[in-house]
């Protein structure tokens, strides 16, 4: 399956902005989706994660409560709403696809396929 990420730009502290991820292949409903991100100077770290009917979805504690994850399966996209951004925001944001196994939605070993990021810059 090949990912397209789309959405990212600048936007100022506390404002929003909606990121999508358009899959290709008629098999996108049977994988787990992933966000993950990463900043200058950083590491790649996860993000939010869904699991492929829609029923399932994990946050990391940074972006709880700010973050919602939703796919459309009809439209072969996964979706990243971010509220209430701030600076510690800003980096290249990547979606991936795979089959999590138990509860491993955070390591990015278990996503086989990702996308190629686009980048999301929150001024203060």
């Known amino acids: 399956v090949q990912l397209q990420a789309s959405g990212g730009g600048l936007v100022q502290a506390g404002g929003s902005l909606r990121l999508s991820c358009a899959a290709s292949?008629?098999?996108?409903?049977?994988?787990?989706m992933g966000w993950f991100r990463q900043a200058p100077g950083k590491e790649r770290e996860f993000v939010a994660a869904?699991?492929?009917?829609?029923?399932?979805?994990y946050y990391a504690d940074s972006v709880k409560g700010r973050f919602t994850v939703s796919r459309d399966n009809a439209e072969n996209t996964v979706y990243l709403q971010m509220n209430s951004l701030n600076a510690e925001d800003t980096a290249v944001y990547y979606c991936?696809?795979?089959?999590?196994?138990?509860?491993?939605?955070?390591?990015?070993?278990?996503?086989?396929?990702w996308g190629q990021g686009t980048l999301v810059t929150v001024s203060s």
């Open positions: 991936a696809a795979g089959w999590v196994q138990g509860s491993r939605w955070s390591s990015s070993r278990e996503y086989v396929y």
């Open positions: 292949g008629r098999t996108f409903s049977t994988y787990d």
């Open positions: 869904i699991n492929w009917s829609g029923a399932v979805t």
